[in-house]
């Protein structure tokens, strides 16, 4: 179909508008002139952090000895910085080494397709599709050279359906296998069989429909590859919407879902969620170019650089511009928590600005081998500052590290015993599982509960269940955890709590505090009965680079069943913090067991206290009503607010 300006043309409009900014890809694509390889764009998906220089490139040998090397390598996604960068600066030298490299590719690669992977060869496809198309529309081929790639797309066609197996409908690698040529298919016409575009589109549609929820959700558990599956699937969107062919009612609505579900992913700082295998790269340019292509303003519209995805709007081709919002839909105020019980993940914050409270929790099925073993996980950001943390990914190579980082004991969970739940045997497998049994949500005026209930039988070990009570205090920016761990015999409860590199922890009087290197206390921690080890832990931020950072991890001795309470805040927000005893209504002298009456209270420096009661066990024998400091109390979960004054009001969560 004819096109009123060159994708060029609209390129240098967006740069112009402020839209994109070439600068990164200029410093990539003029390293590649140079024949130096460093791959830190944020999608080559495992990226490097050290250059190496290829004249002559080797394809099937890694300077590194990293396999994961030559798969980014052969994905060829630094076409899309030379195109860019051509775009750019109107210079046709990029355009030039993009056509080598293709070439090249196929010279030294075609041959021998028992060098290749599936995933590689659909990524790849979709890198070539827009730098193709670009470089027919301005002669850059001669009719052999559009043969010669024609003819090397076929063949990775062929490969891909004679190579695509059953399992690939459940993996985000299914996805990047087939939306790869649709999107090539769609900008060069005609270059693929519709036979192959049609079957391509239902094995698409029947992955949409098996890994994706209604909610948005990915059943992989990893926000990074969420953030792959949902990219691709865009490219078709804007692919089929720019040449007008008909997208599934499904995958469209899947789509959207995904953009709902996006921002909750995000921390203050912009970053991605640390969950599963996920690295903390920005992914501000996704959301914004998902928005800005249905006209839509949200909450995060102005809170993340107005910033568009390059390879997606050079695959839609469209004049984008937000023009201080003009013409566009009203904007849609996000909530501000978001829980999904179809994944197990469950999440609130303050606002959606950078200095703004964070917390995820998730208690769900553990995934693909991107999940890691983190049943009843917490995360926590205050004012705008990681606190509690995933500790990231690090590696896919099988070793102690790839095992370190995925463990239980890298994740703000509980144990028993100090046992690992999920043991990592590979990679990508464990020998045992443990089983999310149980979430429930509740959401009031300044105060949020969830509650998790998990299953762990270590094949070794002792099988037990366990019980978090998540409680946030939004006004005193307090997060609470009331465990309760269940395990027949003598035992241990454990819980490794990871804190964010920039802090050192420290036992200070009756509480950890976690300090600034500069020795500036920032977050209390209250730990009830239980005893604290500071050991290092393992912390990646991003693939390939590890650093390290500070695990307390506390224990508690146990016979049959165990209550801990843990309290993060602030540093001199609560002037204590204790387990308080509780007596049965009619019976004054009683002391009621913790099972049927768990109290925390805290206290401020005024004489403010805050009571959180757990009534986990219903009462057979006596009144179902207790006493805690003489403040009568009901039901399965209370916050009650007792001020200085006396004035008692109360939150009954759930009865």
């Known amino acids: 179909m004819a096109e009123k300006t060159t994708n060029g043309d609209k390129m240098r409009f967006l740069i112009q508008e402020g839209l994109l900014d070439p600068t990164e890809a200029i410093v990539r694509a003029n390293r590649i002139l140079q024949r130096d390889f460093l791959f830190d764009d944020p999608y080559n998906m495992e990226p490097t952090h050290e250059s190496y220089h290829m004249d002559l490139i080797t394809w099937q040998h890694s300077p590194n000895g990293d396999p994961e090397w030559l798969y980014v390598l052969k994905r060829q996604g630094y076409l899309m910085d030379l195109m860019f960068a051509a775009q750019a600066q109107k210079d046709p030298r990029y355009l030039t080494d993009a056509r080598t490299l293709i070439f090249d590719w196929i010279d030294q690669n075609l041959a021998h397709p028992e060098t290749w992977r599936t995933i590689d060869t659909g990524i790849r496809l979709m890198n070539w599709a ?52 649709l999107v090539y298919g769609t900008l060069q016409q005609k270059t693929i069989a519709e036979v192959d575009m049609t079957w391509c589109l239902q094995q698409l549609e029947t992955m949409c429909a098996l890994q994706i929820a209604d909610d948005g959700s990915h059943w992989e558990q990893s926000p990074l590859y969420f953030i792959e599956v949902w990219r691709d699937l865009l490219a078709v969107q804007y692919a089929f919407g720019r040449y007008r062919r008909e997208l599934p009612l499904l995958i469209a609505q899947k789509i959207a879902a995904m953009r709902r579900m996006a921002p909750y992913y995000l921390t203050p700082a912009g970053t991605l969620l640390q969950l599963g295998d996920t690295d903390a790269v920005r992914i501000d340019e996704l959301i914004q170019t998902a928005n800005m292509m249905v006209g839509q303003i949200t909450s995060v519209t102005e809170k993340l650089p107005l910033h568009v995805d390059y390879q997606l709007v050079a695959i839609a081709n469209q004049r984008l511009s937000f023009n201080r919002y003009a013409g566009y839909s009203g904007g849609v105020e996000l909530p501000l928590t978001l829980d999904s019980p179809v994944s197990g993940n469950y999440f609130g914050r303050s606002t959606w600005n950078k200095n703004a409270d964070y917390w995820h929790v998730i208690n769900g099925n553990i995934g693909s081998g991107h999940g890691h073993v983190n049943l009843g996980h917490f995360d926590l950001i205050i004012n705008g500052q990681p606190v509690l943390i995933d500790p990231g990914r690090y590696t896919y190579v099988d070793g102690e590290e790839r095992h370190a980082i995925k463990a239980a004991a890298a994740h703000n969970t509980v144990m028993i015993d100090g046992q690992d739940y999920d043991v990592p045997i590979a990679s990508w497998e464990y020998q045992t599982l443990g089983t999310p049994l149980a979430n429930m949500a509740w959401h009031g005026d300044g105060t949020d509960a969830i509650t998790s209930i998990y299953q762990v039988a270590p094949e070794k070990g002792t099988k037990a269940t366990i019980t978090r009570q998540f409680v ?81 991890t506390l224990t508690q001795d146990f016979k049959d069943e165990v209550f801990h309470g843990l309290v993060v805040a602030p540093t001199d927000t609560w002037h204590s913090v204790s387990v308080v005893p509780a007596r049965q209504a009619e019976n004054p002298k009683s002391v009621v067991a913790p099972q049927f009456c768990y109290a925390l209270r805290l206290t401020d420096s005024q004489g403010n206290r805050t009571y959180v009661v757990w009534q986990k066990q219903n009462t057979a024998k006596g009144y179902q009503l207790y006493f805690v400091d003489d403040i009568p109390v009901f039901g399965n979960l209370t916050i009650i607010q007792a001020s200085a004054a006396g004035d008692i009001t109360r939150q009954l969560v759930r009865w």
């Open 130 to 181: 827009p730098v193709v198309q670009v470089l027919r529309k301005q002669d850059f081929l001669n009719a052999t050279d559009e043969a010669k790639i024609r003819d090397a797309v076929q063949a990775q066609m062929a490969y891909l359906r004679t190579h695509f197996i059953d399992r690939y409908l459940l993996s985000n690698w299914g996805v990047l296998i087939v939306t790869g040529p």
């Open 472 to 552: 946030w205090l939004a006004a005193s920016h307090t997060w609470i955890a009331l465990d309760h761990g269940q395990a027949h015999g003598q035992h241990q409860l454990t819980i490794p709590l990871n804190f964010a590199p920039r802090f050192h922890v420290k036992q200070t009087g009756d509480r950890w505090q976690a300090q600034l290197r500069t020795g500036r206390p920032v977050v209390d921690v209250f730990v009830g009965e239980a005893n604290g080890t500071v050991t290092t832990g393992p912390y990646s931020a991003r693939y390939n680079q590890m650093s390290t950072l500070q695990r307390l």
